[in-house]
Each structure stands twice: as C-alpha cells, then as structure tokens.
C-alpha cells in the first residue's frame, strides 16, 4: 500500500507531493498503512526524520488529509518516539493502530524553539510539571505545543498546557484535573513558534459563535478555503492567561470544506471557553497534490446562479463510479450533497440548487479519492 507524505521541499521528484516552506522547519502529512504499523504503532519513515534523534517533532491526528468527504477517528492517547533510526507514532494504552490514519507532523527547526522536557520532582505540582524557558517565562501569549515522548515509561493521560499566574511560568498538565498526579520522569517535546512569513501561531477559545457540539471552526484568511493547509493543535487551559476551562478529551483536526476546525475524537461537547495554541503553515499557493483535483479541472457554470436553479459542473480527467458533491455556506453548514455518476473520463452533468440566500457557498467535489473545491456565488 502506498504512503502519501507531504513534504516542505522537493527533495527529489520522487517526493514531489503537498509543499510548504517555514524557513528550516519541515511540516508533512503521514499516513499509516499496513507496511508500516506493527502492533500498538507505525513507523514514519521520511528522510526529514531518519537517523535524527535530537529533533523534537509533535504531531496532530488529521481526520480527512485535504478535505476528503471521509475521514477516521482516532480516539486514544498517542506518543512519539525514537529506535532504530526512526521515529514512530504510538497508542499510550497498547491498543492496535488504526490502519489508514493520518497525521500532520512537524519537525522544527532554526525558525522555531523546540526541546525535550522532563517532569521531574522539582518541577511538578498536582497535575502539572513546570517549563521554565526564559523565551516564554512571563508571556502569556506564546504559543506552546507539546506532544508526548516515550523514553521508557508510558502515560494514557490527555495533556495541555497552562500559563500560570503564580510563577509567569507555562506548564504541561494532565486534563482530568489536579486529583491525577504528573508522573515524574515522563517525557514531552515542546515547541515553541513565533510568526514567521509562512507560517501562523496564535491562540483560540471555543464560544457560542464559533463552536457546535464536539467541533470548533477556525476561522483565518489564510485556513479558509485551503485544505492542504498542515495544522497542529495543543489544548490550552487558559488562552491569554485569562480564565481555565478542562477539556479532557483526545483532540483532532478536520477541514469541513470551508473552515479547519479542531474536534474532540469521542464526540464530547467542546466546553465554552476551552481553548487551543495552533500552528499552521500558509501554503495556499504552493500546494501540489496527487491527490487533489485542481481548478483547471472543476468547473461550475452558470456563476453566479440564481437560487432554487440548476448548474451544471463540468470535471475533467474524471474516473468512472460516482462523483460526490456537496454544497457549503461560509459557516461550514453542508446545505447539498449529492451523487452524479461518471460514464467516461470528462463528466458534464447538472444538479440543483436548493432555495439559499444570497452569498458564496463552497462545492467540494470528490471522485476516486480527489477531492476538489470551487466557489459558488448565489444570487
């Protein structure tokens, strides 16, 4: 089975897949397959990995890599770590990995801090072990990721980060509260990033307007509207340092067809005023997928239309079998979905437009796996 990964820069044309540069920092997509999961973990074997041992990389379980109608659910506590020349993604509590499932991972480097963090006796309190870095020491706006790095010793506890008032100090904790000890010598890469020209770093907080249930929209310039954008999340506890909210559950990301939204894997209601420190790559313009149906490719006419209407899509270089469409508006609501049927290599079929309001909507077509977008303006 082939591995799709999802390089920053042209190594060689074999790796000519998605492409984003943020300076030396590399960002790729993994996903696992059956040659490269063994039991409880999967191997990533990528050269921006291989034999590099003293790089701290963190990971970000992606639902549906470039907006695919589908996606997997991952719901268990995951960790990295590094033997036999690789790195490898594994399930804390030993259970099989889940086949096909995929994951943003990133591997910084001279444009970002990044370390190894050790919870120790001095350092932990309660639920919590201290970073004490003099690049974030007193700044409750930085922008802290972790994940979880196993050197020996396991732990099936959902973690955050905090920035706490008492010390100006960020910590790493354990969401099911302060009754759950940090453990000591449990082991964690941070990365701390600042906005680079390619890349964002900011914090959100889950409210009314932007969270349903278990799923949180992003809304930025630069996410919306781009799929094969990489981002990473890492819950925090209390965004600009102001009140703390729990949120103890396993996190993922997914793109809706017009937004990145952050979710929890077991369909637990995101509590108001949880919050998130995320890093995304801007790479709107440099993407290159196999996988994705390019605008040459998906064409949408009459637009504008008028609602309560017809249009017709034309999708060139398509497959036989069905062709999913599916109509967003701007808040990510999907208001159409649809099949058409593919008799030959270039479809031209129409499909009705239900009665809308005025606006741009967002038609995300999939056929064999490719997935494409184009914007639909209603008037």
Not at 46 to 69: C, E, L, R
Not at 121 to 142: K, L, M, R, V
Not at 196 to 218: E, L
Not at 327 to 339: A, F, K
Request: net charge neutral; glycine share 6%; proline share 4%.
């Amino acid at each position: 089975m082939k591995k799709f990964y999802l390089f920053l820069f042209i190594l060689t044309a074999l790796f000519a897949t998605n492409l984003s540069v943020a300076q030396n920092s590399v960002a790729f997509l993994f996903k696992a397959d059956s040659s490269t999961i063994t039991n409880n973990r999967c191997i990533i074997d990528t050269p921006h990995t291989n034999s590099k041992d003293m790089v701290y990389p963190i990971f970000t379980h992606n639902y549906n890599p470039g907006g695919a109608p589908a996606g997997l659910y991952v719901n268990q506590v995951q960790g990295l770590y590094y033997h036999a020349n690789t790195w490898r993604i594994f399930n804390q509590n030993l259970s099989a990995f889940t086949p096909n499932s995929a994951y943003n991972v990133l591997v910084p480097s001279a444009d970002m801090l990044s370390w190894e963090h050790e919870a120790t006796n001095a350092n932990i309190s309660f639920n919590q072990t201290e970073i004490d870095h003099p690049a974030i020491n007193g700044d409750s706006n930085a922008v802290v990721l972790v994940s979880h790095m196993w050197k020996g010793k396991y732990s099936d506890k959902v973690i955050g980060v905090f920035y706490k008032h008492s010390t100006n100090k960020w910590n790493i904790f354990f969401e099911e509260g302060t009754q759950t000890p940090m453990e000591e010598n449990l082991k964690f890469n941070v990365v701390i990033a600042k906005n680079k020209p390619n890349y964002k770093a900011m914090q959100v907080k889950a409210n009314v307007s932007n969270t349903v249930g278990h799923i949180m929209k992003i809304d930025h310039p630069d996410l919306n509207a781009n799929p094969d954008a990489f981002v990473f999340v890492t819950q925090n506890y209390n965004v600009g340092g102001g009140t703390g909210k729990y949120n103890n559950h396993n996190i993922g990301v997914y793109y809706n067809g017009v937004n990145w939204t952050v979710y929890n894997e077991d369909f637990a209601p995101i509590p108001e005023g949880a919050g998130f420190n995320l890093i995304f790559f801007h790479n709107k313009n440099i993407s290159i997928s196999e996988n994705r149906l390019n605008d040459n490719e998906v064409k949408i006419f009459p637009n504008p239309v008028e609602a309560n209407s017809k249009v017709t899509l034309r999708l060139e270089n398509s497959t036989l079998g069905h062709v999913n469409v599916k109509l967003y508006d701007m808040s990510g609501v999907c208001v159409l979905n649809t099949l058409l049927e593919s008799n030959s290599n270039s479809l031209n079929a129409e499909f009705s437009i239900p009665e809308l309001n005025r606006g741009i909507y967002v038609v995300q077509v999939e056929n064999n796996g490719r997935v494409g977008t184009q914007k639909l303006y209603i008037r």
